[in-house]
């Protein structure tokens, strides 16, 4: 029999071993075996990086005197009937928006002379998006 002096977590344990014919050793301890209680260690959380700054979207201004017109629904701009400078009347089609799945023409709401245009064709839009400006 051999007699070992083991330490667990700051506690001292004498043990004694016995080697048998078989190759299975037994074990004697002179006191119990404590379980030494579990230390839970919180997980400190991951450092997460800061979210870039949302660059401010600033909508275009019409110039003075100027409509602006502005997309009815979120969508994509299919085509752009119109074109800068151009004479429109109340009624005519400006472009067309699509939006779930259907063609939607946005007309001049009166006589005038398209401004600047903001968007081009297949140029995704959010509500209320300028699309151009009717003078």
Known sequence: ???????????AYEVEVEELVGGQAT?????PLKRPAAQVIQQKERAQA???A???HVAPVASAGATSIKAPMPG???KLV????????????LCILEAMK?????VAPNDGIVGRIYVKEQQNV??????????
């Open 50 to 52: 800061p979210k870039p």
């Open 54 to 56: 949302q660059t401010p």
């Open 102 to 106: 259907m063609e939607n023409e946005i």
């Open 1 to 11: 029999m051999k007699q070992y002096r083991i330490t667990v977590n700051g506690v």
């Open 76 to 78: 994509t701009i299919l």
């Open 126 to 135: 959010q509500l209320d998006a300028p699309l151009l400006d009717l003078e």
């Open 27 to 31: 074990q004697s301890i002179e006191q």
């Open 82 to 93: 119109v074109a800068e400078n151009q004479s429109v009347k109340r009624g005519d089609v």
